[in-house]
């Protein structure tokens, strides 16, 4: 098993910053794929960004040249920096950790931007 725990979530106003954290524990893997993703009110969970064990990164659309992710392999965890914030970016954002044989999420932390 593995567990995800989140951190570093909060309100903060449009232009700001915010950095999660997301520590994972267990029968962790060295290779694996690490990402966010987020789930606003009323919508569908939607991929953030993902950054592999190798550190290639991919990010959304949405969130390319404002986010950030990245990971300490051996702290087990993985990062995302989120600057030049905007109201559409309030939601849960989500920690996930996938390879071959095993899909984790996390528990989920909240980020809420005010205009």
């Known amino acids: 098993q593995v567990q995800l725990v989140e951190s570093g979530g909060g309100l903060v106003q449009a232009g700001g910053s915010l950095r999660l954290s997301c520590a994972a524990s267990?029968?962790?893997?060295?290779?694996?794929?690490m990402g966010w993703y987020r789930q606003a009110p009323g919508k569908l969970r939607e991929w953030v960004a993902t950054?592999?064990?190798?550190?290639?990164?991919n990010y959304a659309d949405s969130v390319k040249g404002r986010f950030t992710i990245s990971r300490d392999n051996a702290k087990n965890t993985v990062y995302l920096q989120m600057n030049s914030l905007k109201p559409e970016d309030t939601a849960v954002y989500y920690c996930?950790?996938?390879?071959?044989?095993?899909?984790?999420w996390g528990q989920g932390t909240q980020v809420t931007v005010s205009s």
């Open positions: 996930r950790v996938k390879r071959p044989g095993y899909d984790f």
């Open positions: 267990g029968s962790i893997f060295s290779i694996n794929t």
């Open positions: 950054i592999t064990s190798g550190g290639p990164t």
